[in-house]
């Protein structure tokens, strides 16, 4: 059976077979003796980051006992793509990712204004714009759907869509639909408001090869 780790665009953490291009953590939400998540937590820090899966040939044992002294690390999570990590209000990390977190903090001040924030800063902004109590908040989509950057995330209130090229396409745990017009109406912002500043400004997220165009 597929362990509860795979995260959706709207933030929820479900159990499915796919595994995805990244992985990334929002704390311990595990216990490790039954590897299963705790009933109600689902973050325990406001750091909720975005992680390669492969970095210097880590070997973890997947929610088990990775921490100090033989307890739960933290809690392995794993996206299909990393449009699917930041629309559920994740960040790239600033360990394993480096140079992308760069680009990121700095396409960050690009598009929301002021100087390069600390991570610190930019986990209390997306804190408040991915949480509406213990729900996802969705966010009202202000202008056309074709006009927001490639990598943003929009819903209709039941399915999730990728913005890329001025065209959606339909998110699944295995990858996207085909390229289609976006809906007119309807609409709410799966991605935080702060992160498509960033996408604006030119921070490019890893997308899944199902995304491009054949």
């Not at 745990?173 to 500043?197: C, E």
Request: charged content about 25%; some cysteine.
């Amino acid at each position: 059976m597929p362990l509860q780790n795979r995260v959706t665009p709207f933030g929820e953490i479900v159990a499915h077979p796919a595994r995805g291009l990244f992985t990334g953590n929002r704390g311990i939400l595990h216990d490790a003796t039954t590897r299963t998540l705790h009933p109600r937590r689902r973050w325990t820090n406001k750091a909720w980051i975005c992680c390669l899966c492969d970095f210097r040939e880590i070997r973890r044992d997947v929610m088990g006992f990775n921490g100090p002294n033989g307890r739960e690390g933290w809690t392995e999570l794993f996206f299909l793509d990393e449009a699917t990590a930041l629309a559920a209000g994740h960040r790239p990390c600033f360990y394993c990712r480096r140079a992308d977190a760069l680009r990121f903090q700095a396409t960050w001040a690009a598009g929301n204004g002021g100087d390069a924030p600390k991570a610190v800063n930019i986990d209390a902004m997306l804190h408040a714009e991915r949480l509406d109590g213990r729900a996802k908040r969705l966010h009202e989509l202000s202008v056309p759907a074709e006009s927001l950057p490639d990598g943003a995330m929009i819903t209709d209130g039941g399915d999730a869509f990728l913005l890329a090229g001025g065209k959606a396409r339909r998110w699944s745990f295995d990858g996207y639909g085909p390229p289609i017009r976006p809906p007119r109406s309807g609409l709410s912002l799966l991605t935080p408001p702060s992160t498509v500043a960033a996408l604006g400004a030119g921070y490019s997220p890893v997308l899944h090869p199902t995304a491009r165009d054949d």
